[in-house]
């Protein structure tokens, strides 16, 4: 899901110096809640088809390889995982934040299989530059 966040409104908060007010604004608006830790994130994933495989690109920047798990059952494929909060190492403590849209902590994302996925050879996943890649082969 997309999310536009908009400078909309004029308040006291707008004439801070370098534009501060307008993401002060939004911080303290509903949708800045969204971004907070503590309940498990959903990542965005895209899915293709050829002839013979579904493959699902599952977009997890930032995330390290041994923090994913990925889980076929019932006819679901599950992944999940954590993330770390971006920066949290170089700016606790020194920093206010303004804006935070990019989601940390526990993740979880689930996708029901259509019925011709061969789920007794599903073998290759594949993550790089911040995707993790899972080939769906169809059966024969």
Not at 17 to 27: K, L, N, S, Y
Not at 42 to 70: C, W
Not at 104 to 119: A, D, H, K, T
Request: glycine share 8%; proline share 4%; charged share 20%.
């Amino acid at each position: 899901m997309a999310r536009t966040l908009l400078f909309a409104g004029r308040d006291r908060r707008q004439n801070l110096p370098g534009g501060a007010g307008r993401w002060d604004q939004q911080i303290s608006e509903p949708a800045y809640n969204n971004y907070r830790s503590g309940q498990a994130w959903s990542p965005s994933v895209n899915i293709y088809e050829d002839a013979t495989t579904y493959f699902v690109v599952v977009d997890l920047a930032g995330v390290q390889r041994n923090d994913i798990n990925l889980m076929v059952k019932d006819g679901m494929m599950a992944i999940s995982g954590q993330r770390s909060m971006p920066g949290a190492c170089d700016l606790a403590g020194k920093a206010k934040v303004h804006l935070m849209e990019i989601e940390y902590g526990q993740f979880f994302r689930s996708i029901e299989l259509p019925e011709n996925v061969n789920v007794e050879v599903i073998s290759d996943a594949k993550y790089r530059s911040g995707f993790l890649w899972i080939q769906l082969p169809k059966k024969v």
